[in-house]
């Protein structure tokens, strides 16, 4: 099937054809641009909300509690699990989207792992275009979940409109949610597992640390129970909140031309990133031979191949 | 002062240089290309040691260890602490800085927090050229320290000789680490804080995903207590074994070799990210607002910016 009748099919709601056309998103190539080209005038009306933190911080059990209560305001919901892709994590994963599937048999939801490491360009490219397919199969709210922190976090606040950071209750985790620099990506901040011993103490220390800040939003702080569902009102409420904060100030419109700035940025040197393997596959292997060797550096090296390409 | 000097000072191993020389490669910038140049025909000899793992997981500690361990062996370190920047990390790192100061008066360690947040590149750029000017400066060994877990673990990965995944001990700590896609990226597993209730389940955790991997090497399990000092000395010689192993096989080599061959792409896509935004800027600009204006999508867009630089 060609990639337009593809697209057209997802649009008409087809479950299959938005797998396929996420699958293809995934693995990158000449025919997401295409795909692109087509989905793009209906896309961006859906909201993104991105939830990050630490590894067993609750973010799989949070996101599901949240399409629960989208779904209660009667909002379609997608959801991206980001997954650094493992041969293990066909296994290792499979406890957390079993879970999700309290909402698998409603048609109103899709939910969907990527993994990313396979892609060149990282989450930097396919995250968006992923939520790009959500958006224009008409997905009222995205969720976009990710393992972990560092710079794939950064990619995916770059890519939503509203950022979850999520901690635990424990002497430090605010101190570490701000080492990992987390503390300005954050518009909300969840402490989940919230019944633990030392939330306050949490809750606490990230109002001291955000005291520090002289940005103008003032993340809320939100206490959770996600296992019990507790909390999960409030952090809708905070969403909004944020949401309406950024829409009465135009922000959510500038927020969204950078993304696409940065985004346009991340196509073309993917596409030159593409052609360094398509079109000088024997001439890299040789250079990165050489520069081994010592016989040439690196940047020497990448003015050959920038040469070889035009 | 003109680059190439800068650099002839920090190869006479000045400190101030070599630190002005990294905060160059950490900005990115035209530069770097002139310094690398300069830089290449002097490196090639460090043996570099990647640690990752969660935050809170004992890595600095155990880098602080490993820094000694490698003095004791008379041999020269650096240390690379790849932090995403952070208005407020300059505080909140700071303790972690400072445990470091125990090697801090030897003139043998240079140890270097690095900022990647900025860098449009990410650390897929500046990791590698700072290990670089730290090779062509005379040490031994480079030790590169992250935070978290995720795309950026993938990228030190990519820069280094042996990986370490740094977990703890606790019910599911194990499959976090491979939910986080560090099972095969690991060349040896540090269960940290080994003294704590769960350590002997844990190794017994990793092991058994280990048996599950086909891959060729399995990866040594160590078990430490870094702020004992406990196990470093067993960790050091599961390096070494990872390192004689990769030797033997002929492993280093390739890899090494498909590691410039990332940076040769990377370098190249690089250069195109930065003339999109030196040569186009305010088309770029123009062009995201009729992107946000659904005008254009973003593939098209991205096609008149190629045409532009060309």
Redesign the interface.
């Given at each position: 099937m060609d990639v337009s009748s593809l697209v057209e099919r997802a649009l008409t709601g087809e479950r299959a054809a938005i797998a396929r056309l996420l699958s293809l998103v995934e693995d990158g190539g000449p025919d997401?641009?295409t795909a692109?080209?087509v989905l793009?005038?209906h896309?961006?009306r859906a909201y993104t909300v991105g939830i990050t933190g630490?590894?067993?911080a609750g973010k799989s059990t949070l996101t599901e509690k949240l399409v629960g209560q989208a779904r209660g305001l009667e909002l379609t919901v997608g959801v991206l699990a980001i997954?650094?892709?493992?041969?293990?994590?066909g296994?290792?994963?499979l406890?957390?989207r079993v879970r999700m599937q309290s909402h698998a048999t409603d048609a109103e939801v899709f939910i969907r792992s990527m993994a990313?490491?396979g892609h060149?360009g990282?989450?930097s490219l396919a995250t968006p275009e992923a939520v790009r397919v959500l958006d224009a199969v008409g997905k009222d709210v995205v969720i976009i979940e990710?393992?972990?922190?560092?710079?794939?976090?950064?990619?995916i606040t770059d890519a939503c409109d509203t950022t979850l950071v999520v901690v635990n209750p424990g002497w430090?985790?605010a101190?570490?949610?701000?080492?990992?620099?987390l503390?300005?990506i954050a518009d909300v901040f969840v402490v989940n597992k919230a019944d633990r011993q030392g939330a306050r103490q949490t809750v606490r220390e990230l109002h001291q640390?955000l005291e520090?800040?002289d940005a103008q939003w003032k993340p809320d702080i939100v206490s959770t129970v996600a296992t019990k569902g507790e909390g999960i009102t409030e952090l809708w409420a905070a969403i909004e909140k944020h949401r309406a904060y950024q829409e009465e100030k135009g922000l959510l419109?500038s927020r969204?031309?950078?993304r696409?700035?940065r985004?346009?940025?991340?196509?073309?040197?993917?596409?030159?990133?593409a052609r360094?393997?398509d079109e000088t596959g024997s001439l890299?292997?040789e250079?990165?031979?050489q520069?081994?060797a010592?016989e040439l550096?690196?940047?020497?090296?990448?003015d050959r191949?920038?040469s070889a390409?035009?």
């Open positions: 997401v641009g692109m080209k793009y005038p896309t961006g630490a590894p067993g997954d650094p892709s493992s041969p293990f994590s296994g290792a994963l406890g957390d990313t490491r060149l990282g989450t990710t393992v972990g922190v560092g710079q794939a976090e950064v990619e430090g985790d101190v570490q949610a701000a080492k990992a620099g503390m300005e640390m520090l800040s419109q969204r031309r950078r696409v700035e985004e346009l940025r991340e196509i073309v040197a993917e596409r030159f990133r360094v393997e890299l292997g250079l990165a031979g520069v081994e010592r550096d690196p940047y020497e090296a990448a191949l920038i390409l035009s």
